[in-house]
């Protein structure tokens, strides 16, 4: 689970039901114990691991660490901050900047067998007054013609305070 600073990485992972995760406070790398999410016809376990913050030397370590050891990689966009102009609050930087070179370390340092395993998750898709399709268009026309387009083909916007919806949509990344 890699994004930039309150992108929502910590609420997803409650909403999957982590318990050890709480986002009213801020992720350095908090160490979370495995749990499961429970579906009526499978069970998903989701290894121990940790929720680390979002800053470029805690993605970059994180994700080279783990990238050979994950089944998914889900990277959380702040969809409102990305589309509005929004500042990385670690560096007062463009957000969508921010967010573009993450997706470029990730196209750059990841095989083809493992792009399809990334999945970008759009989350603060309801401060965006647009239905989720637009959402989706709008994202892949910014990145379109980028190295890094490839991996846009997975995106799912959601609101991620939204556990039901959080449910939904890891059982649509994951195939349970």
Known sequence: MLGLKAAGKTQF???????????????????????????????????????????????ENEFNKGIKSSDWIFFIIDIEKYLHGGTDEESNDSYQQKVNQRLDHINLNTSNRYREKVAIILSHADLVP??????INNFQRITHGKAYEVLTANCYPL??????????????????
């Open 159 to 176: 609101d991620a305070r939204d556990e039901k919806a959080v449910l939904n949509c890891f059982k649509r990344i994951t195939g349970v």
């Open 130 to 135: 647009q239905p989720a399709n637009e959402l």
């Open 13 to 59: 992972l409650k909403s999957l039901g982590c318990k050890e995760a709480n986002p009213e406070v801020e992720s350095q790398k908090e160490k979370y114990n495995w749990f499961k999410v429970s579906y009526p016809e499978k069970e998903v376990y989701i290894k121990a691991g940790y929720d680390i913050g979002g800053g470029w030397d805690n993605f």
